[in-house]
Structures are given as structure tokens and as C-alpha cells.
């Protein structure tokens, strides 16, 4: 009777022991590895007052920065203004490559993301009625693109971004982007990519001559003051339902080329309507934190989805600070620890050199 009693205890152990190595060896839906993990670096209005603008940065997990050398336009005006006395160094020419060498000693990879600022407008609804000052204002921008398309190519950027948010322009223009995805092909041979709002990313024609489908992904989500957790990753099914259509259409993965939440009350919903009175709404952190961990979840075990750049980073702002706030930056705040959770799960190694326009047709 007592040989049974310790049969049977010895039987109990090792079934132990196996369920546990089961339990133990079973895949977390949420370690996939993403190719992006990354933040959008705020330029500096004068060169850096510190060796060591990264330094936050790394902090947080992120593998990459986006670098924006803005340009503008002004409402009805066909031209493209760049790297004027009046803009912040480090949106200019010597700021930006300083940006770029800065980020690749730290180990950092870098999307140059040259980007059109339209004072009291924006670049989705710029138009022009006649044929000529589409003519002109394109040639400017080509003039604008091309030498950043250089930048990238001689400081060895990992990814290149072409343009953002045009959405009149693209639909209305498409041989020229068209043409302009040849020409930066030309001059630089890295990866290269859009940056489409999320309200006409399913229309942009030219995906296939891109490497990533890029989404600014500021998706009205739920109406709700501090929305939890799984009503916003519920909020997310309907999105990810249209992605996975396109992305299978395309045959691209697809990264979020901007993607934030204001830290007011309310932030899953219309956020550009907040922007102007965000000033005047409570602070909530906390509505922040939940938006950040709902995109993770829902995204995260996605395939085709290979993460993004937070909007937005301020490189040498202290956290003390930055915690009051408003704006999209989720530094000193709730979202940090939520940036640093998932961005520790790993970044996968990519191959930036390896862009559509060097790869065999014929395989």
C-alpha cells in the first residue's frame, strides 16, 4: 500500500513537471519582435547644449527616431521655403545631418522624414486651380527632395520618407509621386516609404513602389473621456479589418509613421479637433497610457504590421517638465512605462539596405 502511495506521488510529480514545461514553452501572442520601434524627434531650435541628446532616447527602449527638416508652403502659394534664417537649426540642413550622425553613434536607426508645414492650413487639403502653379510648386518640391534623398543616401539612412499627409496632391497628382518615387530611387538606395493620413492611406495609388505602407494613424477610435483598455482595442477591429485587406492587396507591410495621443481627456476620438483648446482640458495621463497599450495590443501579434514612431519626442526637455504637458509627448507620464513595456519585447533585425527597387523582378 505505501509502494502505491509513492507510485502514484511520483505519477502526480511528473505530470507536474510536464504541464509546467508545456506552460513554459507556450509563445506570448505579444513577443513578436517588430522591425520599427521608434520615436519622432523634436528638432532643437539651436545645436544641442548637450553630448548626449540620445540619452532619453534609449532610455525608453526605442531603436529609431524619425528626423523632420520641415519645409512650408504658404496657403495658395506655389512654392516650397527650406533651410531659411528663421527656421530652427535643427530643421535645417547642418541640423539635421548633425541629428543623424549624433543618432547613428548612439546605435539609433533614422527615418528622414522631410515634411511640408502649411501655417493655418494643412498639407491634405492644398490645392491649386490651375495646371501651372501645381507645375511650380512641384518642381519645388522636387528641389526639396531630392538633395534630403541625398542626405539620407550619405550618411547611410535606414529609412526614407518621400512625403506626408498630401491628400488632395496625391490623388490629384499621381504621376508626379509616381515619377518622384523614381527619382529618390536614383539618388538613394535605401527603403522608402509615404506617410498617408489615416483618412486616405486606402486610396494612395503608388504602394507598390514603396517598401512600407505608411499610415499617420490618428484613427477616430471611441468617444469617451479615459476609454479603457479593451474598449479601445475593440475600437481598433473594424481598422485592422480594411489594413489587412490593403496590405494584402499590396503585398507591403505596414508601419505607423506617426502615431501619439494628446494627454487631455478624450484623446481616442477627433484628436485634431483637441489640438487648438487642449489648453483648456484636464490633463489625463492616464487616457494616454490606455490608448498607447490598446495600439500594442491590437496590433502587435500582427504580421504585417511592423510598428512606428510616437509622436513626439522632446530630446532635452526634462521629464519634470514635459509632464505638464498637453501635447502629444508622453514623456515624464504614464505612456513612457507603457512605451518602455512593449519596447523591450525586442526589435526584429531588418534589412534596411534591401529596398524594393534592388531586388531581382525576376525571382
Known amino acids: 500500500m505505501r509502494i502505491l502511495f509513492f507510485l502514484c506521488l511520483i505519477t502526480i510529480a511528473a505530470t507536474c513537471i510536464q504541464c509546467h514545461q508545456r506552460l513554459s514553452t507556450q509563445v506570448d501572442p505579444y513577443t513578436r519582435p517588430k522591425e520599427i520601434e521608434g520615436l519622432t524627434f523634436v528638432a532643437p531650435r539651436r545645436p544641442f547644449t548637450t553630448d548626449s541628446p540620445m540619452e532619453s532616447v534609449k532610455k525608453v527602449g526605442a531603436e529609431w527616431i524619425a528626423i523632420i527638416p520641415y519645409a512650408f508652403t504658404r496657403p495658395g502659394e506655389p512654392k516650397v521655403h527650406y533651410d531659411s534664417n528663421k527656421q530652427w537649426w535643427g530643421e535645417g540642413k547642418e541640423g539635421c545631418e548633425v541629428t543623424i550622425e549624433l543618432a547613428k553613434a548612439a546605435g539609433l536607426k533614422v527615418m528622414l522624414k522631410p515634411q ?9 487639403d492644398m490645392d491649386f486651380e490651375q495646371d501651372s502653379a501645381w507645375v511650380s510648386w512641384e518642381k519645388d518640391y522636387r528641389n526639396y527632395i531630392l538633395p534630403m534623398a541625398a542626405i539620407a543616401e550619405a550618411q547611410k539612412v535606414d529609412l526614407f520618407c518621400l512625403g506626408t499627409e498630401f491628400k488632395i496632391a496625391c490623388r490629384k497628382r499621381a504621376p508626379f509621386w509616381c515619377q518622384l518615387i523614381k527619382d529618390v530611387r536614383t539618388v538613394y538606395k535605401g527603403k522608402v516609404t509615404y506617410a498617408a493620413n489615416w483618412d486616405e492611406y486606402l486610396d ?59 494627454s487631455v481627456a478624450g484623446c481616442t476620438y477627433n484628436t485634431w479637433e483637441l489640438e487648438d483648446k487642449m489648453h483648456e482640458l484636464p490633463l489625463n495621463e492616464q487616457a494616454q497610457a490606455n ?21 513626439k519626442w522632446f530630446p532635452e526637455t526634462p521629464d519634470a517638465q ?42
Not at 116 to 124: E, I, L, M, N, S
Open 322 to 363: 514635459a509632464r505638464g504637458f498637453r501635447d502629444y509627448t508622453p514623456q515624464g507620464k504614464i505612456g513612457t512605462e507603457t512605451l518602455k513595456k512593449w519596447y523591450a519585447k525586442g526589435v526584429m533585425e531588418a534589412e534596411p539596405t534591401t529596398s524594393i527597387s534592388n531586388q531581382n523582378p525576376e525571382k
Open 291 to 311: 490608448a498607447y497599450e490598446a495600439l500594442f495590443q491590437a496590433f502587435w501579434n500582427k504580421k504585417w504590421w511592423q510598428g512606428g514612431f510616437v509622436w
Open 204 to 262: 494612395i495609388p503608388f504602394w507598390k513602389e514603396l517598401d512600407y505602407v505608411g499610415v499617420n494613424a490618428y484613427f477616430p477610435l471611441i468617444n469617451a473621456p479615459t476609454p479603457d483598455v479593451p474598449s479601445i482595442v475593440n475600437g481598433w477591429k473594424p481598422v485592422i479589418e480594411k489594413m489587412e485587406r490593403l496590405q494584402s492587396k499590396v503585398d507591403r507591410p505596414i508601419i505607423f509613421t506617426e502615431f501619439g495621443y494628446l
Open 116 to 124: 511640408v508645414w502649411v501655417p493655418r492650413g494643412w498639407t491634405g
